[in-house]
């Protein structure tokens, strides 16, 4: 380790905080760099990620594969627009529909983007294939839901802090309670004929990993079959390996009709997300209807079809199954003592802190000081969502650290 001097935390902390918009609210640590689990602040402190970038960095920090086709694509064409074809483009459509069992791939960058773009296609399908009156179509949405930030999706989200101040939002949307099949038919059965879709994550990442009762994904599947609806399954954090599945659907051998897919596409590198569907729905689409500059550039689909590669071995749904076993087991013995309550799929959990032994975020600070870094969600809730590359041995030290600061000690 070379010269520590904290003053370069706080002195950069307070740089960033000042010239910048307050939209987030960080914990006062500044990374330097990362491998593997660990990150290194500016002071050169080794810090235990628990967090992998909100599931984006599923593979870890600099994953040695994902850095070589990185290195190798920046040296020979990064961008083209979809003006025109590069060499990339198709070999990485062709792996990540393969990986979904779907026919068609609309790439896109951010979740955001990819869930606004299953929205667009809902409803062009609605009124192309449905046949839904025109400006009629109706898409149900779940409470509790986090699809992203742009002002259509806001519309529809119930956290007022997501909300309030961005209106007037977009017509056209229904929420129904998470979970609950038969208020989702009920929604349905209002107006059938012109409901084009279900959008619902299959595991409430931001709502506090939420898990639905068993059977609800089979549920929406059915429903969505007998009334002629899409069922697109936002597996933008929950999908790409980190519930021991490829995705979430899968614990209940449930195939959406669209995988709106982000986060850990991108290897933790670039921003990539994407449509996957067949070419009945993604079908819809024609030149001029829809696009992104960036949307499947040379450099995105170099990563992401690395990252299709690493999941196809299934070496990390494995992994995150297994280690999912200690995370489980380890959150278990914690309850009672300062935990009130957890849930966990694969390597993924949310701890809901007792209210007695501090909010989410002064527990997320005191791990701080122990070097581990976890992030809160909704006051009270912590999410650990560790790179699946983590050692079992890290692992057990990071919920050793965790045990110590909800006990109190
Ligand atoms: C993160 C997330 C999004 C939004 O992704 P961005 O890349 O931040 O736009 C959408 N849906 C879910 C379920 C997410 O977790």
């Given amino acids: 380790m070379t010269i520590v001097s904290e003053q370069r935390t706080g002195e950069m902390f307070r740089r ?24 290194t ?8 990620d628990l967090l992998a970038g909100y599931s984006a960095l599923n593979f870890g920090h600099g994953h040695p594969d994902l850095l070589r086709v990185a290195h190798e694509q920046l040296d020979r064409l990064t961008l083209t627009s979809r003006a025109f074809v590069h060499d990339r483009f198709a070999s990485f459509t062709e792996a990540l529909a393969d990986l979904c069992g779907k026919d068609m791939v609309l790439p896109m960058n951010t979740g955001a983007e990819a869930v606004e773009t299953a929205i667009k296609v809902a ?43 961005f209106g007037p939002f977009t017509p056209g949307f229904v929420t129904v309670p998470y979970g609950d099949l038969a208020a989702l038919e009920a929604a349905i059965l209002a107006d059938p004929a012109s409901t084009v879709a279900v959008l619902v994550e299959p595991i409430q990442g931001e709502g506090g990993v939420i898990i639905p009762p068993a059977g609800y994904l089979r549920g929406v599947r059915e429903l969505c079959t007998r009334h002629d609806v899409l069922f697109a399954a936002d597996e933008i954090q929950a999908g790409l390996g980190r519930t021991g599945r490829t995705f979430a659907c899968d614990h209940e051998d449930v195939v ?9 596409l991108g290897g933790g ?36 079809e690395e990252v299709v590669r690493l999941l196809a071995t299934g070496v990390y749904q494995q992994r995150a ?31 809901d802190i007792d209210p007695n032994v501090g909010t989410g975020r002064a527990i997320c600070e005191r ?21 699946i590359v983590i050692s079992a041995d890290d692992l057990a030290w990071g919920l050793d650290q965790l045990a110590a600061v909800v006990a109190g000690s």
């Fill in 41 to 48: 602040d500016v002071d050169g402190r080794r810090h235990l």
């Fill in 16 to 39: 960033a905080e000042e010239h910048t918009a307050h939209n987030y609210h960080p914990l006062p640590v500044v990374i330097d760099h990362a491998e593997g689990a660990w990150m």
């Fill in 367 to 387: 791990l701080l000081e122990r070097g581990v870094l976890a992030k809160d969600t909704h006051g009270s809730t912590i999410r650990l969502a560790p790179p």
């Fill in 269 to 304: 590198i670039v921003p990539v997300s994407a449509v996957v569907a067949d070419r009945d729905v993604l079908g819809v689409l024609r030149p001029g209807q829809h696009g992104s500059t960036f949307g499947g550039n040379p450099l995105a689909c170099a990563v992401g």
């Fill in 123 to 165: 409803r062009k399908w609605g009124y192309e294939v449905k046949g839904v009156r025109d400006g009629a179509a109706r898409i149900i949405v779940a409470s509790g839901n986090f699809h992203g930030r742009t002002t259509t999706i806001v519309g529809f989200s119930d956290d007022p802090d997501a909300r309030d101040g």
């Fill in 256 to 264: 959406p009709d669209m995988y709106v897919l982000g986060k850990a």
């Fill in 321 to 351: 199954a297994e280690l999912g076993v200690l995370l489980h087991d380890r959150l278990a013995a914690m309850v009672g003592h300062g935990i009130v309550g957890f849930r966990t799929r694969g390597l993924w959990a949310g701890v």
